[in-house]
């Protein structure tokens, strides 16, 4: 049972567009999310994280967006470069507990 | 620098022989785990343990053991591996959540070790 769920394996865009990924979660005691990057031959790193008492949270080019009502988090970079193209992972705990993590998105930038 | 080392990185080994995976973090984490990552599935929590000497099943333990005689290692055991145990693994550690809900801390992730089971 997937409580985290990234319904695009992939997502193509052009550099300096927009890249948004998005999450759908099913357990409603989630507080916390988190988006993680990950290359190649490396391990996930953290991205950026949000607490469900907010619905958006900036660092940089990365914002993400909380829709509690919908139990859906998007991932915004914008404008996107060719450094991003990772697979990106969505993650989501409740009570500091345990994270549960997404099936991933792909994300292809190109020149 | 602050890291988790995996070792093996990569291994090929056959059913039924045992081996360990080792993970070492230098950031004085209590909190540590391993996960599975495999296609369309995303990253699944096979074990984690809360400080020394205590552990816990994740979501797929089966066919693994793990044990935390130190704070800083937490290695990964399979007794006797099977096929459908290869896999990229990672371990992961982090710091406190802090009081209440809200909060939690981001895991630190190793690099993986991708096990072949023949």
């Known amino acids: 049972d997937q409580q985290v769920k990234q319904n695009s394996p992939s997502l193509s865009v052009q550099e300096g567009r927009i890249s948004i990924l998005n999450c759908d979660y099913t357990n409603s005691m989630f507080d916390y999310f988190l988006w993680y990057k990950k290359y190649p031959a490396e391990g996930p790193t953290f991205l950026i994280s949000?607490?469900?008492?907010?619905d958006k949270n900036e660092d940089g080019r990365f914002t993400v967006f909380l829709n509690k009502s919908a139990k859906h988090l998007s991932l915004h970079i914008v404008p996107s470069q060719p450094g991003d193209s990772a697979v990106y992972f969505c993650?989501?705990?409740?009570?500091?507990?345990?994270?549960?993590f997404g099936a991933g998105t792909r994300l292809t930038v190109k020149p | 620098e602050a890291q988790v080392t995996q070792n093996p990185r990569y291994l090929i080994t056959v059913t039924g022989k045992k081996l360990t995976v080792t993970c070492s973090q230098n950031?004085?984490?209590?909190?540590m785990s391993w996960y599975r990552q495999d296609p369309g599935l995303g990253l699944r929590q096979i074990y984690y343990?809360?400080?020394?000497?205590?552990?816990d099943k994740g979501d797929v333990p089966e066919g693994y053991k793990v044990s935390r005689k130190e704070k800083r290692n937490f290695p990964l055991i399979l007794e006797s591996p099977s096929p459908n145990q290869t896999s990229l693994y990672f371990c992961a550690s982090k710091g406190p959540a802090g009081t209440g809900p809200y909060s939690n801390q981001p895991q630190h992730f190793g690099d993986g070790t991708r096990l072949s089971i023949l």
């Open positions: 343990s809360m400080n020394v000497e205590v552990t």
């Open positions: 993650a989501a705990s409740a009570y500091g507990n345990d994270m549960r």
């Open positions: 949000i607490s469900s008492i907010k």
């Open positions: 950031m004085n984490h209590e909190y």
